[in-house]
């Protein structure tokens, strides 16, 4: 099956700074790549998400890169702010198969006043 | 985004009683739900796909006389948990899929679980 590691576990990002969390995903099948953002006991909420048909995505502050070949991919938020602090999870599934999503263990990510 | 609501948002039940947990997509149709469990500060762990109008397929390990998914209508899925214990405390969240090789999953907020 599918195994996704992410990393790093927790991130501290000054203000205004920009924040990179990284994941690698195993099963090449994976053609669907989700990143969502958790606050504290609340669900996961999508933040953006990117198809192995694309390399790059961008909304706004936030920006997913995928390389197929290496099988990893990458959240980036640039002018980071207060409100961005939260656990963020990556995950990857694909969509001729189960469509289950298989999710990375997360990261914590504070930003700094 | 689409809307998935939970409820209740919190629950304390005494062990042994069984709890039902709702999971709503309010503004689409979903033809396919899943229910996660998540422990403190973990990720989390995919419990069972429910499809509507049949059988919910269960993930390893996940015992499906104990949690019971039924999913009645393509905006209504339930998770009962049946004879609680207090191993069984934890956060369920719901999600919704808005349709068949879309890959777009929506969560719910979560219900808080604590068996005493």
């Known amino acids: 099956g599918e195994n996704v590691e992410q990393h790093p576990s927790t991130l501290s990002v000054q203000e205004g700074d920009s924040a990179v969390i990284k994941c690698t995903y195993s099963d090449s099948a994976s053609n669907y790549f989700p990143w969502y953002k958790q606050e504290l006991g609340k669900g996961p909420q999508l933040i953006i998400d990117i198809r192995s048909n694309v390399g790059e995505k961008k909304d706004q502050r936030i920006a997913v890169t995928l390389n197929k070949t290496a099988k990893h991919f990458s959240l980036h938020i640039t002018e980071t702010q207060p409100e961005d602090s939260a656990v963020y999870f990556c995950a990857a599934s694909n969509l001729f198969g189960n469509e289950k999503l298989t999710f990375g263990t997360g990261t914590r990510l504070t930003i700094i006043p | 985004g689409a809307v998935v609501s939970q409820h209740p948002s919190r629950v304390i039940c005494k062990s042994g009683t069984s709890v039902k947990i709702e999971c709503r997509s309010l503004d689409f149709q979903a033809t396919t739900m899943f229910w996660y469990r998540q422990f403190p500060k973990k990720s989390l762990m995919l419990m069972a796909t429910?499809?509507?109008?049949?059988?919910?397929?269960?993930e390893q390990g996940v015992e499906k006389d104990k949690f019971l998914i039924n999913h009645a209508s393509l905006t209504l899925s339930t998770l009962t948990v049946t004879s609680a214990h207090p191993e069984d405390s934890s956060f369920y969240i719901c999600?919704?899929?808005?349709?068949?090789?879309?890959?777009?999953?929506?969560f719910g907020p979560g219900t808080r679980l604590t068996v005493l």
């Open positions: 999600s919704a899929r808005v349709g068949r090789g879309q890959g777009t999953q929506y």
């Open positions: 429910s499809n509507e109008g049949s059988k919910a397929t269960y």
